[in-house]
């Protein structure tokens, strides 16, 4: 099927797509477009308004500051995948998001888009959760920032209001922790059935953070025992804790494969 | 609500030929290859950017063309599969493909070709493995991939001896 009709903007500055978003608040944000337009394909979306920000190459950046990384929301997620400065800072932020979709999706796909959509099975809102991220936000009122972990709300919700949008992410890099990434998928490219960040604080504290298994990004602080019955046994405790919108059994039974795959690649890291 | 909507112009350069369009906000750039400059070649299978079809090269890089309005695509440089033989004939890697029968219904090998091209660019020396990575957004139902990985394996060959001519002119 095709897209039904919809008045188009395509502002070539930050300043004027706020001011549209200002104007017209209902209006869609069309960043890589890679889950929205087979929306609009299928006609389950049908945005009156669009506002295509691919013009706003201000977005498309990977910088250090004195915090961390400072990462712009037009950063297409195989260009992330590839950046150099996010593998030496954050080598699970690159593997995460060589995982995303397949290479042609990887490349319009932007961590903007993937953040604003909120898809549950999505790496990168986990990411952020997980590494700490603040969430960078623009509007006609100004800038505001949002920690990750308070920004993503449940299931494709987010705490963006309609006159908003998203414009970056900061992530803190940090000396004490070390961190891990797995996800399983039935094919490469298909969307994760579940997956799981691991942060470990010396070598037996830290947090696990999971997609894919419920509405939106689990973070979870815990403990990691060394021996492997018993972190089996806190990851299935700490599985209880949140609802999985299909086959709960199964997704738990994941949950608690991945993350102890998650926690090897971290503890790997470690020496 | 109307169904024909104001036209934007917008300049594309398509198989490094600077073509100018009019289109509708809403026109597909898979549909604006296809039905409005005639480029037939590319594809349109899903249109939800499943099956990778209707792949193109944007800016030298594959993407879905059913899942990019034409409009964005404003000043971008597109190569479809019309570009990839050379005057003197077959591509290395067209000819890979039907030396090793790469292809059944055909349906797929346009994206398949193109997909390889960019991926050979990029990397020149592939593994299976990351031949099949590459290729693994693109569905083909007829071949069982394996004859596609064996000709874009050997078109390497003649890609690794381009770039080592290419870098031995540059010293």
């Known amino acids: 099927m095709k897209p039904v009709a919809f008045d188009y903007y395509r502002p070539e500055n930050l300043a004027d797509a706020v001011q549209v978003l200002q104007s017209s608040p209902q209006a869609k944000i069309l960043a890589g477009g890679q889950s929205l337009i087979p929306m609009m394909n299928f006609r389950l979306m049908r945005p009156e308004t669009l506002l295509d920000i691919t013009g706003l190459t201000e977005l498309d950046y990977v910088e250090r500051t004195d915090r961390g990384l400072r990462i712009g929301a037009l950063t297409r997620h195989q260009n992330l995948h590839m950046s150099k400065l996010v593998h030496e800072h954050f080598p699970v932020l690159a593997e995460a998001a060589g995982e995303i979709g397949h290479w042609a999706i990887r490349n319009r796909g932007t961590l903007g888009g993937s953040l604003t959509h909120a898809d549950p099975a999505s790496e990168l809102p986990a990411a952020m959760v997980a590494l700490h991220a603040d969430i960078e936000i623009a509007s006609s009122d100004g800038t505001r920032t949002v920690p990750a972990e308070e920004f993503f709300l449940g299931f494709l919700t987010t705490d963006l209001g309609p006159n908003e949008l998203v414009t970056g992410i900061e992530v803190p890099v940090s000396d004490t922790s070390q961190f891990g990434f797995s996800e399983f998928a039935r094919r490469p490219g298909d969307f994760a059935l579940a997956g799981a960040f691991v942060e470990l604080h010396g070598t037996d504290r830290g947090a696990v953070t999971w997609f894919g298994v419920s509405g939106g990004p689990e973070r979870r602080e815990t403990r990691f025992p060394q021996n492997r019955q018993e972190r089996e046994a806190v990851f299935i405790d700490l599985t209880q804790t949140f609802d999985p919108l299909d086959e709960p059994e199964y997704k738990r039974r994941l949950a608690v494969t991945v993350a102890e795959d998650a926690y090897q690649n971290a503890a790997g890291r470690l020496d | ?171």
């Open chain 2, 1 to 171: 609500m109307t169904t024909q909507q104001n036209l934007t112009r917008i300049q594309l350069s398509i198989n490094d030929e600077q073509r100018t369009v009019d289109v509708e906000p809403r026109w597909l750039l898979s549909d604006v290859l296809r039905h409005e400059l005639g480029l037939t070649g590319t594809h349109v299978g899903c249109e939800q950017g499943v099956c990778g079809a209707c792949t193109v090269l944007v800016n030298g890089q594959p993407q879905r063309s059913c899942l990019m309005f034409a409009v964005s695509a404003q000043g971008s440089e597109i190569r479809t599969i019309e570009a990839a033989t050379p005057v003197e004939g077959l591509s290395p890697l067209q000819a890979a493909f039907e030396k090793h029968h790469a292809l059944q219904c055909g349906f797929c090998t346009p994206a398949m070709v193109l997909t390889a091209e960019a991926l050979l660019k990029m990397n020149p020396n592939p593994t299976e493995q990351e031949v099949r990575v590459a290729l693994s957004g693109n569905i083909c139902r007829c071949t069982g991939y394996q004859f596609i990985v064996d000709a874009v394996l050997e078109a390497a060959e003649a890609y690794r001896r381009v770039s080592s001519t290419t870098q031995r002119e540059g010293q």
